[in-house]
């Protein structure tokens, strides 16, 4: 059973425009919640986390909500550039001995137009 | 550079043969991790080592296996390489407690025909 969820598999925008990737989470054990960004041909990097005390994080033009009674998080890109163009990932953990393994969802692949 | 390095970047296979994908971390992070990525499958973990001398299975442990070497170092086995195993493999290393520290290499492509 799939514990994180996108649902979307693609999205595209106009430049300056804003994105919105979702994510839906089944597991209440998840405390800790992380996009990462990747590019083809590259590994995954860090983009923004947010702990589940916490409703919202931003850091400059990405901001992720959180949304504990609907288990459902969003990124928010603001504006959007081409250079954030690639596939985003949602990744989730959870504490108690868990030694804080992600899981993945499956990624949404964000297309910014010029 | 400081990271992960990954080798090799790629690899090709026939059904059967066995390889070692191996794995190298200089930020003397205690924790490793196998990750393989498929077309709509997202990222699923294979092994993990919280720290040297340690390995548990992830979510898709069947038809690999892992060695901690040193705190540095951890290897991706597949004895008998299957057509099911073509994906991309991903190694990551994380400090200790600290939850947003991973570090991903630039993966390995493999292919088994």
């Known amino acids: 059973d799939q514990q994180v969820k996108q649902n979307s598999p693609s999205l595209s925008v106009q430049e300056g425009r804003i994105s919105i990737l979702n994510c839906d989470y089944t597991n209440s054990m998840f405390d800790y919640f992380l996009w990462y960004k990747k590019y083809p041909a590259e590994g995954p990097t860090f983009l923004i986390s947010i702990s589940s005390i916490k409703d919202k994080n931003e850091d400059g033009r990405f901001t992720v909500f959180l949304n504990k009674s609907a288990k459902h998080l969003s990124l928010h890109i603001v504006p959007s550039q081409p250079g954030d163009s690639a596939v985003y990932f949602c990744?989730?953990?959870?504490?108690?001995?868990?030694?804080?393994?992600?899981?993945f969802g499956k990624g949404t692949l964000l297309t910014v137009n010029p | 550079n400081a990271g992960v390095t990954q080798t090799p970047k790629f690899q090709v296979l026939k059904t059967g043969q066995s390889m070692t994908l191996q794995c190298a971390q200089d930020m003397n992070h205690n924790s490793m991790y196998w990750y393989r990525q498929d077309p709509g499958m997202g990222l699923r973990l294979i092994y993990y080592s919280a720290s040297e001398g340690t390995t548990d299975k992830g979510e898709v442990p069947n038809g690999y296996n892992v060695s901690r070497l040193n705190k540095r170092e951890f290897s991706l086995r597949l004895e008998s390489a299957a057509p099911s195993q073509t994906s991309v493999y991903f190694c990551a290393s994380r400090d200790r407690g600290y939850r947003n520290g991973y570090t991903f290499g630039s993966g390995t492509r493999l292919t088994v025909v």
């Open positions: 990744a989730a953990s959870g504490s108690g001995g868990s030694n804080y393994k992600l899981t």
